[in-house]
């Protein structure tokens, strides 16, 4: 099984209401959950439609990064008072090739910075 990039989501949450700004990203994202957590925290998490046209880790998070750039002001002051904004980044794990790596560009760091987000990296196990 080869190491494989899989895809990036965004993950975020807060102790207010998040609805208004869950339903602003839903207009260019896919939502997989909005709920409450285990801290009980409001949290969502999406992935981004246009990414399914190219799996490219560097797009999927500028897709994301303009997304959230051109938000109406509710929803950007409520993606600032969030307690936690994430791009997640997953893999599949494998055995070839020896050495993996996948870059994330500076400018793309720098965007994902100025937006007060972290990127994390998720490692998931092969399916052999």
């Known amino acids: 099984m080869s190491i494989r990039f899989l895809n990036v989501d965004l993950d975020f949450e807060s102790q207010d209401d998040l609805q208004i700004l869950v339903d602003e990203l839903e ?4 939502l997989h959950i909005h709920d409450k ?3 009980g925290n409001n949290f969502a998490s999406f992935s ?3 990414a ?3 799996y490219e880790i560097n797009r999927i998070i500028s897709l994301f990064c303009n997304t959230i750039e051109n938000l109406s002001p509710k929803s ?3 993606w600032n008072s969030c307690c936690t904004r994430k791009l997640d980044a997953g ?3 494998g055995n ?3 050495g993996f790596q996948s870059v994330i560009r500076a400018d793309v ?3 994902v910075a100025d937006l007060s987000a972290s990127i994390v990296i998720t490692i998931y196990p092969s399916n052999d």
């Open 96 to 98: 070839s090739p020896k």
């Open 48 to 50: 981004h439609d246009s």
């Open 91 to 93: 893999f599949e794990s």
């Open 76 to 78: 950007r002051e409520m």
């Open 37 to 39: 957590n285990v801290n």
């Open 109 to 111: 760091i720098k965007r």
């Open 27 to 30: 207009k260019d994202c896919s």
């Open 52 to 54: 399914f046209d190219n």
